[in-house]
């Protein structure tokens, strides 16, 4: 169960890697914007994300949470963020209310994993070599949420600054799991 959490991720990091060379675009599209632009790769996005985020679902509950004792509320925000994360995989970032409902889970999901990854780093029965390291994370996350938003020439570089994100809440939950 412990290596479930791996599993997921290496599948998300396959698939999206696979979409984003087969289907490439440039860098100020948003992972979500390489899936809409072509219906193989809208397929492949759903399609994986619904898989990983059941896996990635399954491992949390199953073991990770438990393991660290990480509580309820843990657990609720983390249903939501899953929960925004199928929704704007399936809901194509497109033209119109698909693009307000899709950006709207894709947004929520990505501020949630902000205080997931802070519960994790804040979490007395993970070690401490893997607080460090995700407090460095939480620290990248919300410096790249800040550039993002709030600096309209970062947008040129959110493809990577959104991949480096994601990666950055998934090495927390790696590096509590195995350190």
């Known amino acids: 169960m412990q290596n479930l959490g791996l599993v997921a991720m290496g599948l998300i990091w396959l698939g999206a890697g696979y979409m984003l060379v087969r289907w490439r675009g440039t860098n100020d ?9 072509a219906r193989e790769a ?10 990983s985020g059941g896996l990635l679902y399954w491992f949390m509950l199953g073991w990770f949470v438990p393991h660290l004792s990480l509580g309820l509320g843990f657990v609720v925000v983390l249903t939501a963020a899953i929960g925004g994360a199928l929704v704007a995989a399936w809901v194509p970032d497109t033209a119109g209310w698909m693009r307000r409902v899709h950006r709207w889970c894709a947004y929520g999901m990505a501020v949630l994993l902000m205080p997931l990854a802070a519960l994790i780093v804040a979490d007395p029965e993970v070690a401490i070599g893997a ?8 620290t990248y996350m919300l410096v790249s949420l800040a550039l993002v938003t ?15 994100y994601v990666v950055a809440f998934e090495v927390t939950v790696l590096a509590a799991t195995y350190l």
């Open 42 to 51: 809208y397929w492949l996005f759903g399609v994986v994300l619904t898989l």
């Open 131 to 138: 607080r460090v390291l995700g407090a460095v994370c939480v």
């Open 29 to 37: 599209m948003s992972m979500s914007m390489h899936a809409a632009s």
């Open 150 to 164: 709030q600096f309209g020439k970062m947008k040129r570089h959110y493809l990577p600054l959104q991949v480096a």
